[in-house]
Each structure stands twice: as structure tokens, then as C-alpha cells.
């Protein structure tokens, strides 16, 4: 889908018996996103305690990654941070729930915006911005969130259960529009229409358009070379952006910071190790809340074993 016209639309399909489990599902979630938000944040986090206890190979992942990435701690700071990181997991079920369901007003009432004023400069300049984003638990939220402020265009992955993709792409355009993740040619065309796309470099997408770049102690992580391409195709602005939750309870900050000022648009090798640099920035504002789970080192350079295994 590269755009509004080829989105996922309604078919009768979609109520055949074996999707009736999504329905309910999603019905679920809609009846939890009218909860009051601090019974969603305590069921979250016990959520997340159970998560961590039964999925067993997702703590053994995510502990890696940690070991890993911070060397320096000790083993009682790792195991207390992947504690806290497994809470916030839980906490990202009853967030999507709020960004597909919660009315705008209820959205606004708990998101506090920082450096947003930039978007106006951006407009009145017809000027295109790459917005990198990072993986993190709250980010579903993040981008209705965004949208409530100002509409853009996020970088969408169609689902396999079309009734789930029905309503995730619903949920996720209420305010902003998406573009299929493999559709190129129209991120590149918007940002030199002057629109902010989204985008997270921060996952291992695998040997393609990829280069070798330090990320945190790991000296050479599978980088996606996206970043540059875009931004070297449209002459856009590089900004990164996050949403972080608060510690008090009450709501989340949401920070769009200023473009960077020394891109390398002539270098895709680079530009990785240079946007490497913003998103452990990025990650390092509430370590906590990442997605920790994946397997962010599972490419290797020829010869080298898995970090894994």
C-alpha cells in the first residue's frame, strides 16, 4: 500500500469463523482503552512480570542484548533493568489499546510535547524531515500521539491477519497516513513534498543495503543504510524523535529534536555509524522502556559466530 487509496478495507472475509478470535481480541482491547489510565498502567506492568515469567526465551534475548550493549554494569543492574524492561512490555499492550481507541482529547491530556515548535519553521520552508524513531515499547502510542500534534506519514508493516490489519491500520491512520515499508519511491516523493515521514533504523534488517557500525559496545552491528537513502534521494532534514513515559505515573513526554547538523548525505557507511550515535541517544533517555526482545545482533560479518548461541 503506498498510499490512503490501497489501505485495507472491509470484506465479508473478514467474518469467517477463524477470525473470530481477532474479533473478540480487539474487542477486548476496546473495552480495557476505556479504563481509567492508572488501572491500565498497574495491569501493565503486572502483565509484564507474568510475560517475563512464561516467555522464557524472549528474558534470554533481551538479557543478552543487555550484556551485550552494557558490559560495564553489573549483573544485579542488568537483572534489575530487564525487570523494569519486561513491566513496560506489559505496559505496551494496554498503550496500543489507547492509541487505536482513545478520542484525541484523552491522547492530548496525558502527553506532554518538547520541540514541536520546529514543525511550523519546517512547513513554511517546504521542507521535508526524516523523523528516526527507535523501538521502543510506547512507540504505537508515540505515533497516534504525534499525529494528534501535527499529521505525518509513518512507515507501516502489513499484518498477516487481515482482520488484525484491518484494525491496526485504522488505528494507526486516525491522524496520520502510511506507507508500505517496502514503498521507496513514495517516502522519497513525500519528503520532497515537504512532509515529516517516520522511520526506526534501529532493528537488524538483515545483509541489504546495510553497512558494519558500532552500536553501544558492539563494534559492528547490521546497520540499515535506509537512513541515507532517503535523506540523500529527498535532501531532507534527519531529526530524531522519542516518547518516553513518565516515572511519576501521569502521562509521557514527547521530544522532537532539532535536525541534525552534520549528516554525511554522501556516505551510506557513514551516515550508519552517524545515526547509530542518535539512536543509542534515543535509547539511552529510558533504557527501560526498549525493545530489548529482539535480536538486534543476529547478522554477523563472515566468520564471526553468533552472539546468540
Known amino acids: 500500500m503506498s498510499n490512503n487509496s490501497e489501505a485495507p478495507t472491509f470484506q465479508w472475509s473478514l467474518l469467517h469463523p477463524k477470525y473470530w478470535h481477532t474479533w473478540i481480541g480487539v474487542g477486548l482491547m476496546f473495552l480495557i482503552s476505556w479504563m481509567p489510565y492508572r488501572v491500565q498502567r498497574f495491569l501493565g506492568r503486572k502483565l509484564g512480570l507474568l510475560i517475563m515469567k512464561f516467555f522464557k526465551s524472549r528474558k534470554k534475548i533481551a538479557s543478552r542484548n543487555l550484556e551485550l550493549c552494557f558490559p560495564e554494569m553489573t549483573g544485579g543492574e542488568r537483572e534489575a533493568l530487564l525487570k523494569e524492561n519486561f513491566q513496560h512490555m506489559g505496559l505496551a499492550f494496554f498503550e496500543t489499546c489507547m492509541a487505536w481507541f482513545w478520542p484525541a482529547w484523552r491522547i492530548k491530556k496525558h502527553m506532554k510535547y ?70 521507496v519511491k513514495q517516502m522519497i516523493k513525500r519528503l520532497r513534498q515537504g512532509e515529516l515521514v517516520w522511520y526506526a533504523p534501529d ?57 541534525m547538523e552534520a549528516f554525511p548525505y554522501d556516505d551510506a557507511e557513514a551516515s550508519a555509524v552517524y545515526t547509530n550515535k542518535f539512536v543509542e541517544r534515543s535509547i539511552m533517555r529510558a533504557p527501560e522502556q526498549y525493545m530489548w526482545l529482539h535480536r538486534r545482533f543476529k547478522s554477523r560479518p563472515e566468520g564471526e559466530p553468533s552472539l546468540y548461541d
Open 114 to 183: 518538547e520541540g514541536f515548535e520546529q514543525i511550523e519553521e519546517f512547513k513554511a520552508n517546504n521542507e521535508g524531515v526524516l523523523v528516526v524513531a527507535v523501538h521502543s515499547f510506547n512507540l504505537e502510542l508515540g505515533a497516534r500521539a504525534f499525529g494528534v500534534h501535527t499529521s505525518g506519514y509513518g512507515v507501516y508493516r502489513p499484518n498477516t491477519n487481515p482482520v488484525y490489519d484491518w484494525f491496526q491500520y485504522r488505528g494507526r491512520t486516525r491522524e496520520n497516513k502510511c506507507i508500505d515499508r517496502r514503498d
Open 203 to 259: 532493528h537488524d534488517y538483515g545483509r541489504h543495503r546495510y553497512a558494519w557500525a558500532p552500536l553501544f559496545a558492539v563494534e559492528k552491528a547490521c546497520t540499515t543504510t535506509g537512513t541515507h537513502l532517503l535523506a540523500s534521494a529527498s535532501k531532507c532534514k534527519v531529526a530524531t524523535f522519542t516518547i518516553t513515559r513518565d516515572r511519576e505515573g501521569t502521562g509521557y513526554t514527547m521530544r522532537l529534536d532539532p535536525p
